[in-house]
């Protein structure tokens, strides 16, 4: 009689530290570094695991199947191993459903990207159809422009609104060892930055890093024999926005809404400030405010107030994706993070929501909820 | 275990070149017949998975971001799932443990490639790693034959048996409404067709197609609700390093691992008795036969001797192939998923003028990349 | 195409591009759309049940996802409802008149010469390319063609089918540690270096930091020798578009001795092509030919091919 698994914890994370450019190493050796480090300290070895999946982007890469020449760095070798071609923290949705479904027990997800290797606006403006959209001249930076023009406008916002929580971000960042940072701007240097997508300026869109994440998922009579401090998932939940930029809600993430309703219901959420850590994406600081509203952690145009030293949550302690955006490592990235500080000897809180998002312009949301 | 079972599946005319829809509105095509084959609409699936081969296949990075609005699935979850040549069965395996593992009761699996937009082999090649090998590409069609040739060889893969599946494809094509091609080809035609990678030849090759095909997975509460679900009994896709050390490109491990697990699910201890209908994604023709042995349809070694009998002609013991497999079409990303709606509709009575009498057990193969990532299903009328 | 830095002060990569043709369908409303174009006339789509009409036109209304098959005629002006400037480049929303959802395109203007609610008119390109840039960009002021509102038009005859596209893409490939010392030592005394696996002490080439099989790490450097032995091979006649290596050649799969792993590579020497087939053989030894000491550059390519080894 197969064991029927209710629930599925993370329970050990690793990645490596977020670089603007890692040019001396390959995304094997990333990729290989975050794998061999997930599993230290766990007890479990490669033997263990029950299935690999991975997140990576052959337009990333240049390299077609990419996933397939970075079999061996990630373990996959006579394993179950698929990749899930969008960021990694629907990875973790798979994996989780995967264990949920049984009889696998313990599965490795790995998210990794170079950006440094290729050009980031041809990854994100061939996201775009190639008839309406993309000859026009989308990318990100043209989507993120566009988002925060609107939401400033339907809350009737300055742009200088944005300035704090892009030094938050920084300051975060600059104070988290998995993150480089040369020198971290303050509100002033934010402010007088050169526009890159008005209204936006440098520091108030995200910076494109190298990196590799891996997370260990359990089940639930597994976990607890790996780690005393297992962090468990208690609600997942996606959507995907149209892809017409024109064809979405000006001046909010309905879909970002859409994923975290779905999440909170399969965890019993009700109240979303219970949640009292948050690890969120984003492309730039107007969309991080979009999304913390998005997941009903401040009414819609607040989303700035939740930054302040009073804030009832801890928003993106690690800095964020504003200063360190690895593409496809993004989301899982925060779920790492995230996991880091439940589990933490002075952690704060017992749970925490979690953010991933793909396509251009924020089209696609992933959302989990965990608890320790 | 919750069982999950196939409630409906449709797949588009396919075609050398279709220029009167997009790529999006091709995979629309399969998925708009998968809800009528289901009865069901847009708002009785919870989750979409899209299933494509290489981006570069097709000049648009992420295409289900593209395609969520010509399904109709706005504000739903949608992922693509990606794994070469075998992306739809790969595709398929996340859709049921969605469902298993509670995350969704009904989804919808696309899968599809409009083949005549990009140029094939330049995108396939790029497979090889930038440093090592790739200036000898020809897509892995190079490399397909280099290792028929040792199995020839090794284990008598000839290729006058080869052209035998080649001729059999070709004829039961002729039976698939949806196919492309539509030609009967004989022994002496294949083996006189023009050398591409010696030693496979032009009439070992499958055409390209612009094709889509939709599989709705449904959960045991939602299947039973249907007339005629076709239950999944095992699922299973496996990898294996593309250079790993001592790796067999004479048996594939990672079929053999795949297969051995999805009969242990399916209680499948001989195939070629308990299995009424076979589905494998063949490339090129030397593969048909390598998956027989992989399958364990016949010994290693008796792959040439089971194609010579008739055994898997579609009136044989063990027809493989009825829908006349990837020689009738191959739209890469979706010619996994289509072995799976094949079998599918073999145990719901629902293959039309291939249907094989009485079918209840199916058996599909799928796989991509360099012969490294292998999957393998089996579904049936019943549930166990 | 490749290079090769091995200065210490100089990034180590390898640059390659792709450059990728396409011939790209549009389908239904979209062929419409951009055969509209070259008449100057702008097609949206209209929802019935969801009352919308959206430009361009859709085959499936993004709200419903209903099929949409009644094409409208807009007018030439419309209103700036949102833009940013990035790279110079104005990109507005802007909503046509009798459109109920917005159009992204260019406005050609200065990035401080555009506000919100401004009233823009369409502009377009001189010669038409089957492309929405026909459609140039948006231009402030007053539209002086196009309908006054917006008006059902039947599907025309003519379509878009089919645009030719490429997509260019330039990549610098890292070479890292195991990569690094393997082409280095390639470059600068022609020997094949394999790393040697701490768990079955089996040697991977190319060099690699852990061993697929073992998932152990790799300890130390081992040259392989430049003989080997015929795993696979094949011949090869067929063309295709981004073919680097002119046909006939033969492919091949060596294992070199000294490692446990797969190089590709080409066999030649004194034989017919055409006898290929009949002269080489699974299993055979090779051994490699190595291009004169002054045109090797530290890649594969230093290797001009295998010949077989007579024994
Ligand atoms: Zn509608
Ligand atoms: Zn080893």
Known sequence: ?372 | MSNVAVVGAGQTHHARRRTDVSQVGLAREAAVRALQDAELTMDDIDSVIVATGPVLFAAVNQPEKWLVDALGARLKPVVRVTSGGGTGLAGALAAVNQIKGGFAERVLVVAYDKLSEGALQYSISTLYDPFWGREFAVGIMGFSAAYWKARMDLLGHTEEAAALVSVKNHRNALLNPYAHVRKEVTVEDVLASRPLCWPIKLLDVPPISDGACAVILAGEDAAKRSADPAWIRGMAYYSEGENAADRSMIQSEPLRIAAEKVYREAGISNPRRQVDVVEVQEPYTCFELSYYEGLGLCPPGGAAQLIESGATQIDGDIPVNPSGGCMGANPIGATALIRLAEIAQQVRGRAGAYQIPDAKVGLMQAGGGWANLRGVAVVSSTKN | MSQLFTSPDVPQVLTTTLSIPYTLTPGGAAGQFLAGLAERRILGSRCEPCARTVVPAQDVCGRCGEQTPDLVELPHGGTVTSWTAHQGRVVAKIRLDGADADLLHVVAAEPGAVEVGDRVAADWAAEPTGWITDLAAFTPGRARSGPAEATPVARAETSVEMVPYRLDLTYHHAYGPYYGRMFDELGSFSRLMGSRCSSCHRVLLPARAICDVCFARTDQFDEVSDTGVLQAFSVIHMEFVGQTRKPPYVYAEIVLDGSSTRLIHTVAGDFDLADAASTLSIGMKVKAVWKPESERVGTLEDIAYFEPVIP
């Open chain 1, 1 to 372: 009689m197969q064991r029927r698994i209710s629930r599925v914890a993370i329970v050990s994370v690793a990645q490596t530290r977020l670089r603007p450019s890692w040019d001396r190493l390959q995304h094997v050796d990333l990729i290989g570094s975050a794998v061999t480090d997930v599993l230290k300290g766990t007890g479990v070895t490669m033997r263990d695991i029950d299935f690999v999946i991975d997140c990576g982007s052959d337009v990333l890469d240049g390299r077609s199947i990419s996933n397939c020449g970075f079999l061996g760095a990630m373990g996959g070798h006579h394993k179950e191993e698929s990749r899930v071609e969008e960021d990694g923290l629907w990875g973790a949705v798979y994996g989780v459903t995967k264990i949920l479904a049984g009889p696998a027990s313990i599965g490795l997800v790995v998210a990794y990207s170079k950006p440094s290797e290729s050009d980031v606006s041809a990854y994100y403006s061939t996201l775009a159809d190639p008839f309406y959209q993309r000859p026009v001249g989308l990318n990100h930076r043209v989507a993120s422009g566009l988002a925060a023009r609107e939401y400033l406008r339907a809350h009737g916002l300055d742009p200088e609104v944005l300035d704090a929580p892009a030094a938050a971000a920084w300051r975060n960042a600059a104070a988290n060892p998995y993150v480089e940072v040369a020198d971290a701007p303050d509100a002033a240097t934010v402010a007088s930055g050169g526009l890159v997508a008005d209204p936006l300026r440098e520091h108030h869109v995200s910076r494109n890093v190298d990196g590799a994440v891996a997370v260990l998922l359990a089940a639930e009579h597994i976990a607890e024999r790996i780690t005393p401090a297992p962090v468990w998932v208690t609600g997942m939940g996606s959507a995907m926005d149209s892809q017409m930029l024109t064809d979405r809600r000006p001046g909010e993430l309905e879909a970002a809404a859409a994923a975290a309703g779905t999440a909170y219901r399969r965890a019993g959420v009700t109240d979303p400030a219970s949640l009292a850590l948050a690890e969120v994406s984003a492309t730039s600081v107007a969309e991080e405010l979009m999304v913390l509203e998005a997941l009903g952690l401040a009414p819609r145009g607040h989303g700035a107030s939740l930054y302040g030293d009073d804030s009832p949550v801890a928003v993106n302690p690690s800095g964020g994706a504003i200063p360190a955006d690895p593409v496809m490592a993004t989301g899982l990235v925060r779920l790492a993070e995230a996991t880091r500080r439940l589990t933490a000897a002075n952690a704060t809180t017992s749970r925490a929501v979690v953010h991933g998002a793909g396509g251009i312009g924020m089209q696609n949301h992933c959302v989990f909820t965990l608890e320790v």
